[in-house]
Structures are given as structure tokens and as C-alpha cells.
């Protein structure tokens, strides 16, 4: 097995030390000589897609791709490898929000960023979403909260705290003028058509620094959970945003309607802002499809997917207990 360490030098958890990082790397591989290991680090947007496709030429050998970074280098790994079967995702906590190794539990992620763990522990497969011709594995975004997630990750890069930037994001769409949009939507063979101000299909539970909205997906059950904001009051839709991001969508049917599917096919007559795993995209159609088992992703030994913490406090819904 070869591993290569993809390492995003602007990631919170590692800027102004990649240097150390790097010499922590090298000194864990001085124990385990017969272990192959490259590192290369990124110096713009998406630079390691080309090289780790260019780096895996050996269809008889394994390797394990390491992110080191946040959301944004662990979507540019994963677009990387799909489709080819012997490569690993192993994903390290460095980032600013890590919203998708949140799903497995606060308390895990010390062993996310051990190289002991993600260097030898076992892979388990995991679904992920193809959203047109690009790859998420946590969410994809359409519409009031694709624009917020974008914003505030600007504001954020500006030197904005993480929670205040993506409040005042919201704050600011809504009073933008008019925040929904009619779309036209397909969630396997049922339509739909109307105004709505977002529309999220998760693989996972998580997305931005503390917002859960989608408490009962899991990245291996093999399907979307959809969850379409409808058209109401701008001071009904402020009051029960906060209850939706924390994952209370069943106690406010009249403003969220749930789904569970395969694929979803989005079309507007606006051009539609939708944000992929933090990645922000643009068109007028989109189609989201579940892609099952599609990734072998580093699972530390000591984290059982069948017994996760309840990391949101509530014993009835979300994680497995």
C-alpha cells in the first residue's frame, strides 16, 4: 500500500504549521520503513486533483489517500478517486468545521487524527452523492442555504467568526429582497413544482461549523434524506430556521416537507445557487443520485458505525445508538 498526504497549508488546524506537520509525518514513517509515503501540499483550489490522478497508475496496487484539511480538500480527494477501486479516503480533522467527520462523534475525533489509526485501520464503504458531473459525500445545497453557506464562508475568510458569519449570512438574504425560488423538482418519480426557500439532499447530517439539519441521514444507508423548505412567511421562515438546523424538521411539517430517495433532478428558470459539500456551483438544472459504496473510507478500529455517540442530544432521533 502507498500512502499519499494531501496537505491544504491555508486549513485552519494548519496554517503557519506545515513545516512541524510535515516532520511529524516523515518521523511516524521512520518506524515503518518498508512503508511507501508521499507528501504533496496544495497551492490553490482544487491543485490536487490532476496529481493524485496522476499518482495512482498502479491498478495492482492499493493507496490510501490522506486529507489533511478541511471540507474543501477532502471534496477535491474524493472527486479525485471515484471510480477507481483501489484507491482509500482516509480524512484528518483540520479544518474549520470538518462537518462531515462530525457525524461520527466528538469524542472520535481524536482518533481521526492519529496516523496510527489512519495509516492501518480498516476501510468501511460509503455512499455519496453525485451532483451532475462533481462528488460530495456530506450535502448538497439549492437555493436560501447554498447562498448562506457561500457568504458566510467569505465573511469567514475575512477574519469573521465562524458562527457570527454565517448568522449575518442569513440575516443578509433575508433581506435581500425575494428569497425563494419556483423550481421544478423530480424526487424519483414523483414532481413537484412551486416556490421554495432551499432544498438539501444529505448523505450525512452535518454541513457549516454547528448546524445539523439532517439528524437521520447516514453515509451507508443507501439513500437522500430531502428536505424542502416551503414557500411561507418571511417571520415564520426566521422563527423556525434555528429549529431546522438543529434537526427538528418533524416538529414543523407545515414548513418542511421530508423525503427519502435515490435521485433528484432540480430545474429553474433562474439560475440557482447550490453549494456541494461547501463547493459553490451555479446553473439552472442540476441532478442529484445517491451513489452507494462508492468510497472505501478510513473508519478507525475503535469507532463502531453501529453504536455512534448521540453527539445532538436526542435519544429518539439522528445517530445510531
Not at 511529524?24 to 490553490?44: A, T
Not at 446553473?283 to 453501529?306: H, M, Q, R, W
Request: with cysteine; aromatic share 12%; charged share 25%.
Amino acid at each position: 500500500m502507498k500512502h499519499l498526504f494531501i496537505i491544504n497549508p491555508v486549513a485552519k488546524g494548519i496554517k503557519g504549521k506545515t513545516k512541524k506537520l510535515k516532520e511529524m509525518i516523515h518521523s511516524f514513517f521512520k518506524e515503518y520503513p518498508d512503508l511507501h509515503f508521499d507528501i504533496f501540499e496544495s497551492r490553490w483550489c482544487r491543485d490536487s486533483l490532476t496529481f493524485i490522478r496522476r499518482y495512482i497508475t498502479d491498478k495492482d496496487e492499493t493507496f490510501r489517500i490522506h486529507s489533511i484539511g478541511g471540507n474543501g480538500t477532502l471534496y477535491e480527494i474524493v472527486n479525485s478517486i471515484v471510480g477507481l477501486e483501489n484507491a482509500q479516503v482516509a480524512a484528518h480533522p483540520y479544518g474549520s468545521a470538518n462537518a462531515f467527520l462530525r457525524y461520527f462523534g466528538s469524542k472520535n475525533q481524536k482518533h481521526f487524527l492519529s496516523l496510527k489509526s489512519q495509516v492501518f485501520d480498516k476501510t468501511v464503504s460509503l455512499d455519496i452523492i453525485r451532483c451532475g458531473t462533481n462528488y460530495g459525500v456530506g450535502f448538497a445545497l439549492s437555493g436560501m442555504e447554498a447562498f448562506v453557506n457561500m457568504k458566510g464562508d467569505e465573511w469567514i475568510a475575512k477574519g469573521m467568526p465562524e458562527d457570527i458569519a454565517y448568522m449575518a449570512a442569513a440575516v443578509y438574504y433575508f433581506f435581500r429582497g425575494k428569497i425563494t425560488q419556483k423550481y421544478f423538482i423530480e424526487i424519483d418519480d414523483e414532481k413537484i413544482e412551486g416556490d421554495f426557500l432551499s432544498i438539501l439532499a444529505a448523505n450525512a447530517p452535518c454541513y457549516g461549523k454547528n448546524m445539523y439539519p439532517a439528524v437521520d441521514a447516514h453515509p451507508d444507508s443507501g439513500r437522500l434524506d430531502v428536505y424542502l423548505l416551503k414557500n411561507t412567511s418571511r417571520r415564520r421562515q426566521l422563527l423556525n430556521i434555528p429549529v431546522y438546523t438543529s434537526g427538528g424538521y418533524r416538529k414543523i411539517p407545515d414548513v418542511i416537507s421530508y423525503y427519502k430517495a435515490k435521485k433528484i433532478k432540480l430545474y429553474s428558470d433562474k439560475v440557482m445557487c447550490m453549494s456541494i459539500d461547501g463547493q459553490t456551483l451555479y446553473g439552472t438544472s442540476i441532478e442529484y443520485e445517491l451513489i452507494p459504496k462508492a468510497i472505501n473510507f478510513v473508519c478507525p478500529n475503535e469507532v463502531d458505525l453501529a453504536k455512534l455517540p448521540l453527539i445532538y442530544g436526542n435519544p429518539k432521533e439522528g445517530l445510531r445508538t
